[in-house]
Nanobody, 122 residues
Framework: VQLQASGGGLVQAGGSLRLSCAAS????????MGWFRQTPGKEREFVTA???????TYYADSVKGRFIISRDNFKMVYLQMNSLKPEDTAVYYC?????????????????WGQGTQVTVSS
């Protein structure tokens, strides 16, 4: 699976952004699609994931109630980010995982997009 993320940018605290991730290639057999984020000097952290087939969603506590993950026609995954905070500033990555089981460990994901920068100013 090839992934292409887009939609990052600069926004003021309290604002919204929507990230997109386009999936191409062998998307059949994907089990989870996830979004992760990373800041300099820190490990990549789980943000949210969606079960590719059932549509079940999972969120980190830090974004629950503010972010929404969704998918469209098994080719696009979106991350709607509302009520953004300065601590949401990071490079955001979309990722695909073929196996079931853990959805929050980045090391278990098989394919990654290139990352898109999100900067939230205070």
């Amino acid at each position: 699976v090839q992934l292409q993320a887009s939609g990052g940018g600069l926004v003021q605290a309290g604002g919204s952004l929507r990230l997109s991730c386009a999936a191409s290639g062998r998307t059949f057999g994907t089990y989870y699609m996830g979004w992760f984020r990373q800041t300099p000097g820190k490990e990549r952290e789980f943000v949210t994931a969606i079960n590719w087939n059932s549509g079940s969603t999972y969120y980190a506590d830090s974004v629950k109630g503010r972010f929404i993950i969704s998918r469209d026609n098994f080719k696009m995954v979106y991350l709607q980010m509302n009520s953004l905070k300065p601590e949401d500033t990071a490079v955001y990555y979309c990722a695909a995982k073929r196996a079931s089981g853990s959805y929050y460990q980045p090391s278990l994901y098989d394919s990654w997009g290139q990352g898109t920068q999100v900067t939230v100013s205070s």
